[in-house]
């Protein structure tokens, strides 16, 4: 199972692009890398997924190099109303649900915009 | 409809209360899962129903029951919590191939006393 690690915490400002990395040396070759955004006492919500290279949908871009040991999180913009805690995942997608040990949530980011 | 819905939104318990949470969604997914997660922590697998049978289960003490009536609900059962299960209990669902796309729902807070 792929590990990940990222940074505990971010401070950016409004209207700034924020970038948030994942280490993820060991993915194996059917791993997808999926982010999620979560606000306190709410669940997490799904921002984008994908497997290689550049994905962008109308919330955020998510880039892959081609070693596929890390990722980054683009957020163009941000607003007071993206600080969250944002997670990365990775592993191998499933039909119905997966398997025993997937589904791991790491620590993840705590992104904080200023005005 | 991408809403997962979770009632009750908060509650609290005693140690030899029985308890249920619900879960609902009408995406018509067939996965569905119940996570625990304690104040600044990610959130812990607990459950995974596949097509209303229990496919994997985390490990978790037998004081959680989960059920799934069919392929929108999903229930947690409680009974004889210990003070250390007060967390926020969190249901989510995903589309049949891809188990890492998931839709939660808001959550239930729950405090046992």
């Known amino acids: 199972l792929a590990k990940t690690t990222q940074p505990i915490s971010m401070d950016s400002y409004e209207g700034q692009e924020v970038n948030i990395t994942c280490s993820h040396n060991?993915?194996?070759?059917?791993?997808?890398i999926t982010w999620y955004q979560q606000f306190p006492s709410q669940g997490p919500r799904f921002i984008i997924q994908?497997?290689?290279t550049k994905v962008t949908n109308e919330v955020a871009s998510l880039f892959i190099p081609a070693d596929r040991k890390s990722s980054t999180l683009s957020l163009p913009r941000v607003s007071l109303s993206d600080t969250a805690v944002y997670y990365c995942?990775?592993?191998?997608?499933?039909?119905?649900?997966?398997?025993?040990?997937?589904?791991?949530f790491g620590k993840g980011t705590k992104l904080s915009v200023k005005p | 409809d991408t809403e997962v819905t979770q009632t009750p939104k908060h509650l609290v318990m005693g140690m030899t209360n029985k308890k249920s949470l619900k879960c609902e969604q009408h995406?018509?997914?067939?996965?569905m899962y119940w996570y625990k997660q304690k104040a600044k922590k990610p959130p812990e697998l607990m459950f995974v129903y596949s097509y209303e049978k229990l496919s994997i289960n985390e490990s978790v003490p037998s004081r959680f029951s989960p059920e799934c009536p069919n392929s929108s609900l999903l229930n947690l059962h409680l009974h004889a919590l210990q003070p250390e299960d007060s967390a926020l209990y969190l249901c989510?669902?995903?589309?049949?191939?891809?188990?890492?796309?998931?839709?939660f729902g808001p959550g239930t807070r729950l405090t046992v006393t």
């Open positions: 060991n993915i194996a070759t059917n791993d997808y």
């Open positions: 994908g497997y290689k």
């Open positions: 995406m018509g997914h067939r996965a």
């Open positions: 989510a669902s995903s589309p049949v191939g891809n188990n890492y796309e998931q839709y």
């Open positions: 995942l990775v592993g191998t997608l499933m039909n119905y649900g997966g398997s025993q040990g997937n589904l791991i």
